[in-house]
């Protein structure tokens, strides 16, 4: 066992503060949270002492215990609403919560052999009763604190032995009385009662251990994700502004501009221009997706027409549908409901939909697209007719770098990230997007978007207008 010295310098060190500050804090909250079941504990005790053995006891105990809980309540409130405090604060609060457990220590003790005084010499269960309670939920819930739970156990060892010790000698009881097994039972219960208080120590230091390494492992993960998503930020912009150079001279060679290319070049410069494309827009989407994560993203919200721009994205993705010999089927009615959203953010979610099921449609097939309108919500539905989804398939649906079919004889590349940042996109806008197998082939995808208020339609576009 620690002495004192080296329990405060094993306490309150710099390098334990920290551990230490946390382990008070445990104390304190375990003791509001049980105050009422402690209270419950100290009024029947002292109910069953007032009524068989002495009123004014119980009375003076009862003033003692109030006193003390209402000195604990206002102990523990004032150390948990302390943040970061100094050591020198640290041990101020340890030496608080030693000397609220000395004195609650000794009430319970007085009580004890206070009632073992006015029995006389004999079996002294009750007081012995309640000592053994007190001791065990002293173990169960003040293991936090080493010095709290060594007072404790201090205090409650020694009265334990002492009420039966005192029988023996008053009376001078042979080895074969009962006071002497009462006085042996003791030591055996005594015992019981600390191998519980290491067992509920012990494993309280390695619930704590294990807390504190998760901690240090959460922030070396932050650390780790911080330096990622700076190079992978720093990587994308450096590698744009080249690569769009690049794009821009092979588009102007393709274009004819620097002459007429034989056959073999142009397929040539063709493919080199696909691939162009495609680096170009898997940069663009990792710098989205950067953008989502860290809160950097901007929208401008605003009320737009449903039908305008659900009719402009199927304007814009129809001819990348033609390639893949599908047809985009628009069923729109002459007026819709206007929407609250960023007109390019969801520009950019409904060309993901409309590309994926076009991607993922058999040749010659349909791609249906229409409107629904509610009282709050408005949305744009898209069917497909191709592989179909099960809600079994939605983290890879919406997941980053994944895709339902990730074989290499897929039809059309991909980077597995534009349906992610959709799924970021509608929800930053106050929307939702997600998905239902239709009762046939394909899938049906659904954008949902919130209406924009009737207060909003009545003012100027350019109070409208917000960045977020």
């Not at 609060?93 to 004999?122: F, K, N």
């Amino acid at each position: 066992m620690l002495s004192s010295d080296k329990v405060e310098e094993a306490y309150t060190g710099p390098d334990q503060v920290p551990l230490l500050v946390q382990q008070m804090r445990d104390y304190c909250q375990v003791g509001i949270d049980l105050v009422i079941q402690r209270q419950v504990i100290f009024l029947a005790a002292l109910a069953l002492a007032a009524f068989y053995y002495s009123a004014t006891l119980a009375v003076i105990l009862l003033t003692a215990t109030i006193l003390l809980e209402l000195f604990d309540f206002w102990l523990f409130r004032r150390i948990l609403r302390t943040q970061n405090p100094s050591t020198a604060r640290v041990r101020q609060h340890l030496l608080l919560l030693v000397m609220s457990t000395v004195l609650s220590a000794t009430i319970i003790c007085s009580y004890a052999i206070a009632i073992a005084v006015i029995q006389g010499p004999t079996t002294h269960f009750m007081p012995l009763f309640f000592l053994f309670a007190a001791a065990l939920f002293a173990a169960m819930n003040n293991h936090q604190l080493l010095p709290v739970l060594v007072l404790r156990m201090i205090f409650y060892g020694a009265t334990f032995l002492f009420i039966p010790i005192r029988d023996v000698v008053i009376t001078g009881a042979a080895l074969q009385s009962e006071l002497w097994a009462q006085l042996f039972s003791s030591i055996f219960v005594l015992f019981f009662i600390l191998d519980c208080s290491r067992l509920y120590l012990n494993l309280y230091r390695s619930q704590l251990a294990q807390l504190r390494a998760l901690k240090e492992e959460h922030e070396r993960a932050k650390v780790a994700y911080t330096a990622k998503t700076a190079f992978v930020s720093t990587m994308s912009h450096e590698l744009r502004t080249p690569l769009t150079a690049i794009k821009g001279s092979i588009d102007m060679v393709n274009s004819g501009a620097l002459g007429k290319l034989t056959d073999q070049a142009g397929f040539a410069i063709k493919v080199a221009q696909r691939n162009c494309d495609r680096l170009l827009c898997l940069i663009n989407e990792i710098l989205d997706l950067q953008s989502v994560e860290t809160n950097k993203m901007k929208f401008t919200i605003e009320p737009v027409d449903l039908i305008e721009i659900a009719e402009t994205a199927v304007t814009d993705n129809t001819p990348y549908a033609k390639e893949l010999d599908v047809v985009l089927v628009a069923n729109f009615p002459s007026e819709g409901p206007m929407v609250r959203v960023d007109r390019r953010r969801i520009g950019q979610v409904l060309a993901n939909v409309l590309s994926n099921a076009s991607k993922f449609s058999p040749k010659d097939s349909q791609v249906r697209i229409w409107v629904e309108d509610d009282a709050e919500v408005a949305r744009i539905l898209v069917s497909d007719m191709g592989i179909g989804l099960s809600q079994d398939d939605y983290e890879e649906v919406f997941g980053s770098f994944s895709q339902i079919d990730s074989s290499d004889t897929r039809k059309i590349g991909g980077t597995g990230l534009g349906m992610n940042i959709s799924k970021r996109i509608m929800e930053e806008l106050g929307g939702d997007i997600r998905y239902v197998g239709n009762e046939g082939a394909g899938t049906t995808f659904i954008v949902e978007m919130p209406k924009a208020a009737a207060s909003e339609l009545a003012q100027p576009r350019s109070e409208l207008a917000t960045s977020a």
